[in-house]
């Protein structure tokens, strides 16, 4: 099963609210997470990343938070906008031994700006 | 140029037909991804290949056949597909192996009828 998954499918936030969306995660190993957000009928974009060694990382209006010990991630949206709106994945790195690696993907969590 | 670029961007085909889904990047990246996404589902990794060679194959079906001409192209060929192979099949790169920032197209949506 997948390893990174989120709690919410769908989040409704007031347009100028912050935003808060979460990620949990199974494997203990894990040392690098990725958020990414896919608007409609678009490919993912890359917002932010954070390694094991931190527990906070920061952005243009997003921060990133990562509680090792309860494997949990977060990502804060400040002052929330109509171009926010998009379905926001958390990801992590794929150890494939001596290969090349890829992302695995959470469920998702779509984002809705309310006016 | 930062861009992934995938053609064509629609695609229907009949489950005997024989088609290609192209991608390209020149950003210099070394490696490349073929993911698929399903509709309200999350992106799932097919193929990583690394340095033009194919280093992952996530069970894959043999109807997908990848390919990598050169470092800036790579092609996923398809034969006798199932409707239940349409989806949004999303191309990325990145800078090489070890390297975890992706950047991804905006995916080629086929349909199978």
């Known amino acids: 099963g997948e390893s990174v998954g989120l709690h919410l499918p769908t989040l409704s936030v007031q347009e100028g609210d912050n935003s808060i969306i979460n990620c949990a995660y199974s494997?203990?190993?894990?040392?690098?997470f990725i958020w990414y957000k896919q608007e409609s009928g678009k490919g993912p974009q890359f917002i932010i990343d954070?390694?094991?060694?931190?527990d906070k990382r920061q952005g243009q209006r997003v921060t990133v938070l990562l509680n090792k010990t309860v494997k949990h991630l977060s990502l804060q949206i400040a002052a929330t906008q109509p171009g926010d709106s998009a379905v926001y994945f958390c990801?992590?790195?794929?150890?494939?031994?001596?290969?090349?690696?890829?992302?695995?993907f959470g469920k998702g969590t779509h984002l809705i700006i309310q006016p | 140029d930062t861009e992934v670029t995938q053609t064509p961007k629609h695609l229907v085909m009949g489950m005997t037909n024989k088609k290609s889904l192209k991608c390209e990047q020149h950003?210099?990246?070394?490696?490349m991804y073929w993911y698929k996404q399903k509709a309200k589902k999350p992106p799932e990794l097919m193929f990583v290949?690394?340095?033009?060679?194919?280093?992952i194959n996530e069970s894959v079906p043999s109807r997908f056949s990848p390919e990598c001409p050169n470092s800036s192209l790579l092609n996923l060929h398809l034969h006798a597909l199932q409707p239940e192979d349409s989806a949004l099949y999303l191309c990325a790169s990145s800078q090489g192996p070890g390297i975890w920032e992706l950047f991804f197209g905006e995916g080629s949506r086929l349909t199978v009828l």
């Open positions: 290949y690394s340095y033009e060679k194919l280093s």
């Open positions: 950003m210099g990246h070394r490696a």
């Open positions: 990801a992590e790195k794929r150890w494939a031994g001596g290969g090349a690696d890829g992302l695995t």
């Open positions: 954070i390694r094991s060694n931190m």
């Open positions: 494997n203990s190993a894990s040392d690098y």
